[in-house]
């Protein structure tokens, strides 16, 4: 049986006199279940500290992006190594305001998976698809080729050290989520889609669903059978909201 991952996708929002309040409220609230592991995504300036308030919990930390490359002359960018290094054990790659903001293209997207693997780093793959693919049938072959570029970069095997996260555009920050058996759709067809190169890895790995994840939505999304664990935007900026998620996974 899959483990629950419960990730907490800070955006770039917070300041360090909040996150310190905020980063000990959900230290202090998580549940205590060996089947929920808890995340938190910071901006990079934070991550650091974020790290050293969470020395001894069983609280992990990541980072938003990562460049694809390992060093150099890349002004603004940060390395895999040095994530590793300021104590990250995740990275977010291709979550959609990269994709769309910022121009990062599938091929990007699969550079920095294989970098951040490279360093070891757990990559946290985002794939999902817009309202309008949505709506002109797409939503298979979207994330067919934003996880096919991946597994072409990679290999099926480099996915025994991932995770995928099923975030629908339309979803996130729109306080619209997707139905349970919406969500769980696209999550069946995620693992039947890993299942086809990998049985063992398809069933191993873990598929997050992130778009207006909250309290109220949680237990009905993580009790599918593919669902396994969330992506939290909004809901990650206040312990209560996100603990309540949390409390949710503990209990499913
Ligand atoms: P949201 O964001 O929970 O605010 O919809 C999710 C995400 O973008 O990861």
């Known amino acids: 049986m899959r483990d629950f991952l419960v990730a907490g996708n800070w955006k770039m929002n917070g300041y360090a006199a ?64 040095m994530l590793r290094d300021v104590g990250c054990e995740y990275v977010i790659v291709g979550h959609s305001e990269r994709r769309a903001l910022y121009g990062e293209t599938s091929a990007a997207v699969a550079g920095k998976f294989k970098a951040a693997l490279g360093a070891g780093l757990k990559p946290i793959l985002c794939v999902g698809e817009t309202l309008e693919e949505r709506e002109a049938g797409s939503t298979e072959s979207v994330v067919d080729e934003q996880l096919g570029a991946v597994i072409d970069t990679v290999g099926i095997a480099a996915f025994a050290s991932a995770v995928v996260a099923y975030e629908p555009v339309w979803a996130i920050g729109t306080g619209k989520t997707a139905s349970p058996e919406q969500a769980q759709e696209v999550h069946r067809h995620i693992r039947a889609l890993l299942a086809g190169h990998d049985a063992d890895i398809a069933e191993s790995t873990q598929i997050l669903y992130g778009g207006s994840m909250k309290g109220e939505n949680a237990a009905g999304l993580l009790g599918m059978p593919d669902i396994d664990g969330g992506l939290i935007g909004g809901a990650s900026l206040k312990a209560v909201d996100f603990l309540a998620i949390a409390n949710a996974a503990a209990q499913g």
């Open 18 to 81: 909040g996150n310190t309040a905020l980063v000990a409220g959900i230290a202090a609230g998580v549940p205590h279940s060996a089947r929920v592991k808890v995340l938190l995504c910071p901006p990079f300036p934070y991550l650091a500290s974020v790290v050293a308030q969470l020395q001894g919990s069983n609280v992990a930390v990541g980072a938003q992006t990562v460049s694809e490359h390992q060093s150099g002359a890349f002004t603004g960018e940060v390395a895999p190594a």
